[in-house]
Nanobody, 115 residues
Framework: QVQLLESGGGLVQAGGSLRLSCAAS????????MGWYRQAPGKQRELVAV???????NYADSVKGRFTISRDNAKNTMYLQMNSLKPEDTAVYYC?????????WGQGTQVTVSS
């Protein structure tokens, strides 16, 4: 198993930036991919960005060009740099790790973008 702990959420004005972090502990050597998801009130959880172990990246169309996912394997940490934030980016952001034995989630961190 792996434990995931997100941090970095908060309140920011539209056009501002935030950087989310996700620290992984436990059986992190079995991780195949990591990603960020978000869930806004009344909506389903959706993919924001994902990065498999080969270093490739995939983004939701709504965040392309504004968000950047990265992983620091030496620190066992994943990041999401969010620029040019919009009110519609307001959501709880979840860290996700895919292992051979299953999928694991963090507890989430709230991001609120005011207009």
């Amino acid at each position: 198993q792996v434990q995931l702990l997100e941090s970095g959420g908060g309140l920011v004005q539209a056009g501002g930036s935030l950087r989310l972090s996700c620290a992984a502990s436990g059986s992190r050597f079995n991780i195949r991919a990591m990603g960020w998801y978000r869930q806004a009130p009344g909506k389903q959880r959706e993919l924001v960005a994902v990065m498999p172990n080969d270093g490739s990246t995939n983004y939701a169309d709504s965040v392309k060009g504004r968000f950047t996912i990265s992983r620091d394997n030496a620190k066992n940490t994943m990041y999401l740099q969010m620029n040019s934030l919009k009110p519609e980016d307001t959501a709880v952001y979840y860290c996700n790790a895919i292992l051979y034995v299953g999928v694991f989630w963090g507890q989430g961190t709230q991001v609120t973008v005011s207009s």
